[in-house]
Nanobody
Framework: QVQLVESGGGLVQAGGSLRLSCAASGLPLSSYGMGWFRQAPGKEREFVASILRSGGSTYYADSVKGRFTISRDNTKNTVYLQMNSLKPDDTAVYYC????????????????WGQGTQVTVSS
């Protein structure tokens, strides 16, 4: 049974930092591209960041570029999202997801999703 479990969310003041983790079980993480998406109340789920299987290539939404960093540790079957300089607009439920494809910026290509972790940024 495949499971992706996010952790590390919480309440932080604007300008602060959080690090999200996504622990995978039931699948070899090294065989999957990994992505982070988020969904704010009343809005559609949107792409945040992704990293290819090898970890050599990363992609970011323009809104988080320069502030967020995605990384992976295939030995620990875990993917991370370091979020710095957080803004109230970053408030959302953050989801990690796994895909077998190399197209990692589109939610429709992802095979597995976590349950999400809430990130709230206060002004």
């Amino acid at each position: 049974q495949v499971q992706l479990v996010e952790s590390g969310g919480g309440l932080v003041q604007a300008g602060g930092s959080l690090r999200l983790s996504c622990a995978a079980s039931g699948l070899p993480l090294s065989s999957y591209g990994m992505g982070w998406f988020r969904q704010a109340p009343g809005k559609e789920r949107e792409f945040v960041a992704s990293i290819l299987r090898s970890g050599g290539s990363t992609y970011y939404a323009d809104s988080v570029k320069g502030r967020f960093t995605i990384s992976r540790d295939n030995t620990k079957n875990t993917v991370y999202l370091q979020m710095n300089s957080l803004k109230p607009d970053d408030t959302a439920v953050y989801y990690c997801a796994a895909t077998r494809t190399i197209i990692t910026t589109m939610s429709g290509v992802y095979d597995y999703w976590g349950q999400g972790t809430q990130v709230t940024v206060s002004s």
